[in-house]
């Protein structure tokens, strides 16, 4: 059916191209005419022969200027084209400044689009315009009708009678675009996913091959051409490799800011796939950092996408450089590049003072306006550093009350769940978590099983107990649901499982619903990587354990990393007789008191405060409603001390803070 298609559409511009250039475009459009019942196409260039005239100006390599009409109805119902019509007589050439100044007005006036009706609209009120303004028209029509789905509204564009007379346009008259609005008209074409096997894309891509083979091309087309023909036939395109040959014999150092974005871009894209190209990379990589203080928000943004999509774990100097430039930026990046720029940091764990500055400035004053999902990005960066931000929780906290209802489950998941895990409560706590509540209720089902039980597990951190969803968690349903999820009931789901049933179970005992069954409980909240634990601080440990034997005389009179019955192992454990006495860590009789000493290093704060993160918080909750007399060795106070007198003293206060220090 394509190749009848095409041979169609051949036998059409076969007719055509016996109109001479110079004639009137009447007889083009008669010619189309004669042919249109013999050929239908999605796009039907073909229109009422009772048009207005408005001129489409091309441009070609020499420089020269060509002239085609665009015929329209009087009332922009309809548009078609009639190429290389003779103008000589009829046309004035705008003078260059005159055209230039235009140009920039055009351009101007296309960004602050936001339809592609708006596009067409624009493009109708013009009288001239380059091939490379009309290709970029269409690629703003791309960016504005792509969605997650594809396009919004296929038909409204494919069948608008603009779109169809600027395709009919670039199909007859490819050879005498310029090369950047050949690649242009291809790569928008791409995008908005016109038949590759149409006669418009197979000229344009025919004629973009023999460009390749007179000579090289300049970078910024050489990319864009790249990232059309990936798109069209994938990184295997032959034609690709001789984009990349051209690309790898120009040198990088003579490449403006942004033509090194657009080949970043470009092998993100797929042409870096597999370590492809990395020699390449790795030049760019050390020369980008030279240029970094140059580069605009949106070159910062797209670079580090392009690093975290090609894996340059090898590139964190230049993730580093570009960190520190990306300050000043902060207020003028956009929200999806402030997603992109976040997501690289969360990918390469970098972290800068400066940086949450900016953002503490920025973020409060936006958060009722940024897109929701830029609000999410923010808070899940905060949260995967541990970067406790009252100014921007507290905004977050506001909004949130506010703007709910128009975000996604996995949105509010991560607006919510920073607050459990850095152990936070705004100041509109009750407001905020009433609001949850009130989600939770009316969309419940709506959540991914494993979502929603991180959003009620990071709850219970803060003493928020979602009571009335724990019967709905524990189940059957819902255990079968998070089984068929992702990787299943893995460790970490059982230990939140099983910490929810505790705490359900020590802190709210007026519930009564259903259990959790046994076999989905686990006997230790320590697990490799992610943990419900912070493992205690190897350092600080020895030299806490070296002050406790100074203290009370003897090794054995402690034990040390102690797993309970209650899944929560103990940094240390002291036994106490009724008398207040100390026992052998090995004696299990007679025991009255058992102290748990919590050695905390700094991996159990938030980042950049005191503030105990809320896993912590909610363990010395547990082990205190269990019995254990909690006494805490915060990092901070121990660094203070200068001798072992000092550290004995210290541990005595804070241990036995009632009683007299005996002298062994």
Same mark, same amino acid.
């Given at each position: 059916?394509?190749?009848?298609?095409?041979?169609? +559409?051949?036998?059409?511009?076969?007719?055509?191209?016996?109109?001479?250039?110079?004639?009137?475009?009447?007889?083009? =459009?008669?010619?189309?005419?004669?042919?249109?019942?013999?050929?239908?196409?999605?796009?039907?260039?073909?229109?009422?022969?009772?048009?207005?005239?408005?001129?489409?100006?091309?441009?070609?390599?020499?420089?020269?200027?060509? +002239?085609?009409?665009?015929?329209?109805?009087?009332?922009?119902?309809?548009?078609?084209?009639?190429?290389?019509?003779?103008?000589?007589?009829?046309? !004035?050439?705008?003078?260059?400044?005159?055209?230039?100044?235009?140009?920039?007005?055009?351009?101007?006036?296309?960004?602050?689009?936001?339809?592609?009706?708006?596009?067409?609209?624009?493009?109708?009120?013009?009288?001239?315009?380059?091939?490379?303004?009309?290709?970029?028209?269409?690629?703003?029509?791309?960016?504005?009708?792509?969605?997650?789905?594809? #396009?919004?509204?296929?038909?409204?564009?494919?069948? *608008?009678?603009?779109?169809?007379?600027?395709?009919?346009?670039?199909?007859?008259?490819?050879?005498? #675009?310029?090369?950047?609005?050949?690649?242009?008209?291809?790569?928008?074409?791409?995008? #908005?996913?016109?038949?590759? @096997?149409?006669? =418009?894309?197979?000229?344009?891509?025919?004629?973009?091959?023999?460009?390749?083979?007179?000579?090289?091309?300049?970078?910024?087309?050489?990319?864009?051409?790249?990232?059309?023909?990936?798109?069209?036939?994938?990184?295997?395109?032959?034609?690709?490799?001789?984009?990349?040959?051209?690309?790898?014999? $120009?040198?990088?150092?003579? @490449?403006?800011?942004?033509?090194?974005?657009?080949?970043?871009?470009?092998?993100?894209?797929?042409?870096?796939?597999?370590?492809?190209?990395?020699?390449?990379?790795?030049?760019?990589?050390?020369?980008?950092?030279?240029?970094?203080?140059?580069?605009?928000?949106?070159?910062?943004?797209?670079?580090?996408?392009?690093?975290?999509?090609?894996?340059?774990?090898?590139?964190?100097?230049?993730?580093?450089?570009?960190?520190?430039?990306?300050?000043?930026?902060?207020?003028?990046?956009?929200?999806?590049? =402030?997603?992109? #720029?976040?997501?690289?940091?969360?990918?390469?764990?970098?972290?800068? !003072?400066?940086?949450?500055?900016?953002?503490?400035?920025?973020?409060?004053?936006?958060?009722?306006?940024?897109?929701?999902?830029?609000?999410?990005?923010?808070? $899940?960066?905060?949260?995967?550093?541990?970067?406790?931000? !009252?100014?921007?929780?507290?905004?977050?906290?506001?909004?949130?009350?506010?703007?709910?209802?128009?975000?996604?489950?996995?949105?509010?998941?991560?607006?919510?769940?920073?607050?459990?895990?850095?152990?936070? =409560?705004?100041? *509109?706590?009750?407001?905020?978590?009433?609001?949850?509540?009130?989600?939770?209720?009316?969309?419940?089902?709506?959540? $991914?099983?494993?979502?929603?039980?991180?959003?009620?597990?990071?709850?219970?951190?803060?003493?928020?107990?979602?009571?009335?969803?724990?019967?709905?968690?524990?189940?059957?349903?819902?255990?079968?649901?998070?089984?068929?999820?992702?990787?299943?009931?893995?460790?970490?789901?059982?230990? $939140?499982?099983?910490?929810?049933?505790?705490?359900?179970?020590?802190?709210?005992?007026?519930?009564?619903?259903?259990?959790?069954?046994?076999?989905?409980?686990?006997?230790?909240?320590?697990?490799?990587?992610?943990?419900?634990?912070?493992?205690?601080?190897?350092?600080?440990?020895?030299?806490?354990?070296?002050?406790?034997?100074?203290?009370?005389?003897?090794?054995?009179?402690?034990?040390? !990393?102690?797993?309970?019955?209650?899944?929560?192992?103990?940094?240390?454990?002291?036994?106490?007789?009724?008398?207040?006495?100390?026992?052998?860590?090995?004696?299990?009789?007679?025991?009255?008191?058992?102290?748990?000493?919590?050695?905390?290093?700094?991996?159990?704060?938030?980042?950049?405060?005191?503030?105990?993160?809320?896993?912590?918080?909610?363990?010395?909750?547990?082990?205190?409603?269990?019995?254990?007399?909690?006494?805490?060795?915060?990092?901070?106070?121990?660094?203070?001390?200068?001798?072992? *007198?000092?550290?004995?003293?210290?541990?005595?206060?804070?241990?036995?803070?009632?009683?007299?220090?005996?002298? @062994?």
């Amino acid at each position: 059916m394509a190749f009848n298609i095409l041979r169609r +559409f051949q036998s059409v511009t076969t007719g055509i191209g016996r109109c001479s250039f110079i004639q009137n475009g009447q007889c083009l =459009l008669q010619c189309i005419a004669s042919h249109s019942r013999q050929l239908h196409l999605p796009c039907d260039y073909m229109k009422s022969s009772h048009c207005a005239t408005r001129r489409f100006k091309i441009h070609s390599d020499s420089q020269k200027m060509y +002239f085609s009409t665009i015929k329209d109805h009087p009332y922009l119902s309809g548009i078609s084209v009639c190429l290389h019509e003779d103008t000589s007589d009829r046309i !004035r050439s705008a003078s260059k400044q005159s055209t230039i100044m235009d140009q920039e007005v055009f351009l101007d006036r296309l960004h602050g689009c936001v339809s592609a009706k708006q596009v067409f609209k624009l493009l109708a009120s013009l009288e001239t315009m380059s091939d490379t303004v009309a290709a970029l028209a269409l690629q703003r029509i791309a960016v504005l009708e792509h969605d997650q789905n594809g #396009l919004k509204n296929p038909e409204a564009v494919l069948e *608008n009678d603009v779109f169809k007379a600027l395709c009919f346009q670039f199909e007859h008259d490819s050879q005498r #675009l310029t090369d950047a609005g050949l690649v242009t008209a291809l790569h928008a074409c791409t995008q #908005l996913y016109v038949d590759p @096997w149409s006669t =418009l894309m197979v000229r344009l891509v025919s004629e973009s091959q023999e460009r390749l083979d007179r000579g090289p091309m300049a970078i910024k087309n050489l990319c864009i051409l790249g990232e059309a023909l990936l798109a069209l036939e994938g990184p295997g395109c032959g034609m690709l490799k001789q984009v990349m040959d051209q690309v790898q014999e $120009q040198g990088v150092e003579k @490449w403006s800011p942004e033509e090194v974005t657009m080949v970043y871009n470009m092998l993100q894209a797929g042409v870096g796939e597999s370590g492809q190209y990395q020699d390449l990379l790795n030049t760019l990589n050390s020369f980008t950092i030279s240029i970094a203080p140059k580069l605009n928000p949106k070159s910062i943004s797209h670079i580090l996408n392009a690093l975290v999509v090609l894996n340059q774990t090898q590139a964190i100097p230049l993730v580093i450089s570009l960190c520190k430039h990306s300050v000043r930026h902060v207020p003028r990046f956009s929200d999806e590049e =402030l997603v992109l #720029l976040l997501g690289a940091f969360m990918h390469f764990g970098q972290s800068d !003072r400066y940086f949450i500055e900016a953002l503490e400035r920025y973020v409060p004053k936006s958060t009722f306006t940024m897109n929701p999902e830029a609000v999410s990005k923010v808070m $899940q960066y905060c949260s995967r550093r541990q970067i406790l931000s !009252r100014p921007i929780f507290d905004s977050v906290a506001q909004s949130f009350v506010y703007r709910a209802d128009t975000l996604s489950t996995s949105q509010i998941a991560r607006q919510i769940m920073p607050f459990g895990k850095l152990n936070y =409560l705004p100041p *509109n706590a009750g407001g905020l978590f009433r609001r949850v509540e009130g989600i939770l209720r009316d969309r419940f089902s709506q959540f $991914q099983p494993r979502t929603l039980l991180n959003l009620l597990h990071s709850c219970t951190l803060i003493e928020r107990f979602p009571v009335n969803f724990v019967a709905k968690v524990f189940s059957p349903y819902f255990l079968q649901q998070l089984e068929a999820q992702g990787t299943g009931l893995d460790r970490i789901v059982l230990a $939140q499982l099983t910490q929810l049933f505790m705490t359900v179970k020590l802190e709210c005992p007026f519930y009564e619903g259903p259990k959790l069954h046994s076999k989905y409980r686990v006997k230790s909240f320590q697990t490799p990587g992610r943990s419900l634990e912070s493992p205690v601080d190897g350092h600080l440990y020895n030299r806490v354990k070296t002050g406790l034997i100074d203290l009370l005389g003897a090794r054995i009179y402690f034990a040390s !990393r102690v797993l309970t019955p209650y899944c929560y192992t103990l940094d240390v454990e002291i036994k106490l007789d009724e008398e207040g006495y100390v026992l052998p860590a090995t004696h299990h009789e007679e025991v009255y008191k058992r102290i748990a000493v919590c050695i905390d290093g700094q991996k159990r704060f938030c980042a950049n405060s005191h503030n105990f993160l809320g896993k912590e918080a909610i363990k010395k909750r547990h082990l205190k409603l269990l019995g254990y007399e909690v006494v805490q060795i915060p990092f901070y106070e121990f660094e203070k001390l200068h001798d072992r *007198n000092d550290t004995v003293e210290y541990l005595h206060k804070k241990i036995f803070p009632h009683s007299y220090r005996l002298s @062994w």
